[in-house]
């Protein structure tokens, strides 16, 4: 795609760059970049110009996309979010808004992009359109995952040694404790067997056996239900987040109401373990951090977007001092989130709740 091929004729007297008056000399710059998406909008946010640098990362040609609204490359969850008329409002308010997050090509394909939007303004200030520039950041952000991976795999064997700690502990307390209260009982049992006269009474010893042993059935489920909840993969994800809140309320007294605008979603066990997992980690956060007395859990299809969102009224945090080092749940959420091909945003600020709001491409989850 080399730049002088749509005007072949316009510079031929040129020897060198120099020798090109300087505003051609911008022309030649903008058509030579092939790494970035440079074009302009109208006020309107319709495409009034394409690089080569466009073409390559977008997959439109200029016939294809002069004219055309710019909203062709945003997902339809940030349609529906109304983010690129917000964009403009932004960059026509402020000057320039700086954006990362994906984007659509021609084909339907999506890549991470870094987009800024500047404002294009005359003499006086007036605003006459928008210079757009966005570069694929797919590469560098699986770079980046590669290594946060890295980071997360050995972050993740921590938690499960710590994990088999907890299940070791709570069956040496627990079940332990209640082995050890059995076997007094039958040693009990026994040497008043050895008194024939007290036989009548053997009846309700049995019977607080069965009471004891009754107890260490539903110790042993609930310990099971904690490392994998069955109603996940038996009766889907509304039923096991509904499991997930009664659970949350019977531990820690917080009003839990979930919501599921719709019918259960198709979705694959992949897509539903990972959004259980999601709202599990929030709910652990609500009752680490949070001191809250709710928590409301809605999830909704609309079009070809799942939202999900976790919202406490607990005392919230600043969100703007860099996390812990020793801190991966908000981390793991982003993750997930990430596999599914969606976008995830932290609400929150110190005295007013903490929100949790996903958005995912149904496509991500079927
Ligand atoms: N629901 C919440 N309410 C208040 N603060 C929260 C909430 N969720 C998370 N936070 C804050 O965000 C921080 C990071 O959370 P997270 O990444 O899960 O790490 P961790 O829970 O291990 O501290 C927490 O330490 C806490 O300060
Ligand atoms: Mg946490």
Redesign the pocket.
């Known amino acids: 795609m080399g730049p002088s091929s749509s005007e072949p004729s316009r510079f031929a007297g040129a020897a060198s760059v120099s020798d090109v008056p300087l505003e051609d000399r911008y022309f030649l710059l903008i058509e030579a970049v092939e790494d970035y998406a440079i074009f302009m909008l109208d006020t309107s946010g319709c495409v009034t110009s394409w690089n080569p640098g466009a073409q390559r990362i977008k997959g439109y040609t200029p016939d294809e996309i002069i004219g055309q609204h710019f909203s062709a490359f945003y997902t339809p969850e940030d349609i529906a979010a109304g983010k690129p008329t917000r964009e403009l409002e932004i960059a026509a308010a402020k000057g320039r808004v700086e954006d990362e997050g994906w984007r659509v090509r021609r084909d339907g394909s999506r890549f991470w992009a870094n987009v800024v939007i500047s404002a294009v303004c005359d003499a006086s200030g007036a605003l006459l359109g928008f210079a757009k520039v966005t570069r694929d950041m797919t590469e560098r952000m699986r770079l980046a995952e590669l290594e946060r991976a890295v980071e997360v795999t050995t972050q993740v064997q921590i938690t499960r040694e710590n994990e088999q700690k907890r299940i070791a502990r709570e069956l040496h307390d627990d079940l332990g404790q209640q082995l050890t209260a059995l076997k007094m009982s039958v040693a009990l049992l026994e040497s008043n067997l050895a008194d024939q006269t007290v036989a009548a009474s053997l009846i309700s010893e049995t019977h607080e056996l069965q009471t004891q042993i009754d107890s260490m059935v539903a110790s042993l489920r609930r310990i099971a239900a904690d490392l994998r909840p069955p109603l996940l993969d038996d009766l889907g994800l509304t039923s096991a987040l509904d499991w997930l809140a009664e659970d949350f309320v019977k531990r820690y007294g917080v009003d839990v109401t979930v919501h599921v605008e719709s019918d259960e979603p198709a979705f694959n066990e992949f897509a539903s373990t990972t959004l259980f997992r999601i709202v599990q980690?929030?709910l652990?956060?609500?009752a680490?951090?949070?001191s809250?007395s709710r928590v409301r859990i809605e999830m909704a299809c609309a079009e070809d977007t799942l939202s999900l969102e976790i919202e406490?009224n607990?005392?919230?945090?600043a969100l703007d001092r860099p996390?812990?080092k020793?801190?991966?749940?908000?981390?793991g959420i982003r993750e997930r989130v990430r596999q599914l091909q969606g976008s995830v945003s932290f609400f929150?600020s110190p005295g007013s709740?903490?929100r949790i709001s996903i958005r995912v491409p149904l496509a991500a989850l079927e």
């Open positions: 980690e929030a652990t956060n609500v680490r951090h949070a809250a406490d607990g005392m919230g945090v996390p812990e020793t801190s991966f749940g908000l981390l929150s709740g903490f």
